[in-house]
């Protein structure tokens, strides 16, 4: 059992609208706050808003959000004794989790052992198979280690049947994972995956997994403390996708009854145990038309959808985060959390994207209107006059809201997408707005293939700048990040002005 250890400065290893929500939980607990940054985030809202911020290098996240001795260095210039990674960058990288323990660093986060165990999709198979977990049928090749040559897969995928998936062992959105009908296909798709997964994770490891036809993608949201305690916050239903990437978000899940929560939940629980969790943690499943469900991997940090699970407890999971690494006890037992749930929230990412091609569209926000109103919610990093460059994930915001039930948080949605007004770059606004019109998602009746099958989905006309009303702009940045504190200087905590100040600059999209 930990001891309790106040902490009192964070640094947030990350950037966008992650780094603002982790730094408004903070000042709402007391707790200083790091930013970092890179050099076309020097004027990012994040920098802006953060009690100190430290410059970490060029904008190529190789060369600055990802480079652990920067991270590290950060760490000791600020004082910060806790670092919080967000989602993405290092936060399941167990090397830095080693050397922030090594130096002394408290990680809002899991341990090592558990990102390495977790990280990798083949151990991640063993550890539950053993566990009693029901898992998705598939060979992970010799030992479990993968397969070093297409022939060796294609003896696995016969055995397995047809249709299979190669999957990147240290894989994740989809990268290193192809759909394969038949052994023709074999050769191509398997030599295409393990490219894919060298250049994405700097490992070529593959394994072969029967493909489920027509699933739903339904993760459970799990928590643990240092004493030996585990929970589930119930469902999250991921299944309206494109190509792996998940684009609409909501809990509950349409086809999960109470009953299956619990059981779901059980399990992801005990897949929690298997590799002395601690933390926030996702395990994710496949969920067949006739109830069934299968383990498919377990992210070790906060999940991007986090907000619905929030909006349907009424719990913040980033307070949650920061008590655990304290050494502190969960704050709900499973009991206190289930008499919590209540309604159904949902999330859309909006994206600075051509929804015809998903693909990127970067430029500057010249006019910007975010949707408000009864139970809507918006974290975003934008502004006008932010430009939405290459270099990061082109995410806008994540707009969330909440209603009594389904039908309820759908018209709030609907209201709030009419709301969003963005001009000087394309969205895939007009994509969500399409979305929740098609009666398939409408009904709760819809698998991880929708957008794919719908060809009315995939070409809809994007919402341009040029095409959207100016409406009303927000308010000016400085009012955004919480008035005038840090707009010219950053504080050090000692009254005075700090060695790191933070000069103003655009935010360059995550």
């Known amino acids: 059992m930990a001891a309790v250890k106040k902490i009192r400065r964070v640094l947030i290893a990350n950037r966008g609208e992650i780094a603002i929500r982790v730094i408004r939980t903070l000042r709402e607990l007391g707790i200083e706050s790091v930013a970092v940054y890179s050099d076309v985030d020097r004027k990012a809202a994040h920098v802006l808003l953060a009690d100190m911020a430290i410059a970490i290098g060029p904008a190529p996240a190789s060369e600055s959000y990802l480079v652990i001795d920067k991270i590290i260095a950060a760490c000791k210039e600020s004082g910060a004794d806790a670092v919080h990674p967000g989602y993405g960058f290092l936060s399941e990288n167990d090397e830095f989790a080693e050397r922030l323990e090594a130096e002394g660093i408290i990680l809002i986060g899991p341990p090592a052992a558990a990102m390495r165990l977790m990280g990798s999709k083949t151990e991640a198979r063993k550890a539950v198979i053993a566990a009693g977990l029901p898992v998705v049928p598939g060979e992970s090749g010799p030992d479990g280690n993968g397969f070093p040559d297409v022939a060796s897969a294609c003896e696995a995928a016969l055995k397995v049947g047809y249709p299979v998936l190669i999957k990147a062992a240290a894989g994740g959105g989809g990268k290193g994972m192809r759909l394969v009908a038949s052994a023709e296909a074999m050769p191509a798709a398997f030599d295409a995956a393990r490219r894919e997964a060298l250049n994405a994770f ?50 509950p899940c349409p086809a999960v009854s109470d009953d299956l929560r619990q059981r779901m939940g059980k399990f992801a629980i005990e897949a929690a145990r298997t590799c002395n969790y601690v933390g926030a943690g996702t395990v994710e499943f496949l969920l067949t038309s006739t109830g069934e469900f299968y383990f498919l991997e377990m992210n070790t940090r906060l999940q991007v959808e986090h907000p619905v699970t929030e909006m349907v407890y009424g719990v913040d ?18 009991e206190q959390i289930n008499a919590r749930h209540r309604g159904s929230a949902m999330e859309c990412r909006i994206y600075a994207e051509d929804s015809v091609r ?93 957008i794919e099958r719908e060809d009315g989905l995939r070409t809809v006309t994007p919402a341009s700048g040029s095409e959207l009303d100016a409406g009303v702009a927000i308010a000016a940045l400085r009012d955004f990040v919480g008035g005038p504190r840090n707009l010219d200087s950053q504080s050090n905590g000692n009254g005075g002005a700090s060695a790191w100040r933070a000069p103003l600059a655009t935010w360059r999209g995550r």
């Not at 643990?224 to 990437?245: F, K, P």
């Not at 999971?317 to 499973?334: C, H, K, R, Y």
């Not at 394309?426 to 009746?445: D, K, S, V, Y």
Request: net charge negative; hydrophobic share 40%; with cysteine.
């Open 202 to 251: 700097g490992d070529d490891t593959v394994y072969v997994e029967k493909a489920i036809i027509g699933p739903r993608h339904v993760e459970i949201q799990v928590f643990a403390d240092t004493h030996g305690n585990v929970v589930h916050l119930g469902e999250r239903d991921c299944s309206i996708q494109r190509r792996h990437q998940k684009v609409i978000e909501e809990s």
């Open 317 to 334: 999971l980033v307070a949650w985060q920061v008590a655990v690494a304290s050494g502190e006890p969960l704050p709900m037992t499973q």
């Open 358 to 450: 998903f693909l990127p569209s970067p430029g500057v926000i010249s006019t910007l209107r975010v949707p408000a109103g009864p139970y809507v919610r918006d974290d975003s990093c934008a502004y006008e006059g932010v430009e939405i460059s290459m270099y990061y994930d082109p995410l806008i915001s994540k707009l969330i809201t909440w209603g009594d039930d389904r039908k309820q948080a759908m018209a709030r949605m609907r209201r709030a997408l009419s709301e969003y007004r963005v001009v000087g770059i394309e969205t895939n606004i007009a994509f969500h707005q399409r979305m929740l019109a098609h009666p398939g998602f409408i009904a709760g009746e819809f698998d991880t293939g929708l």
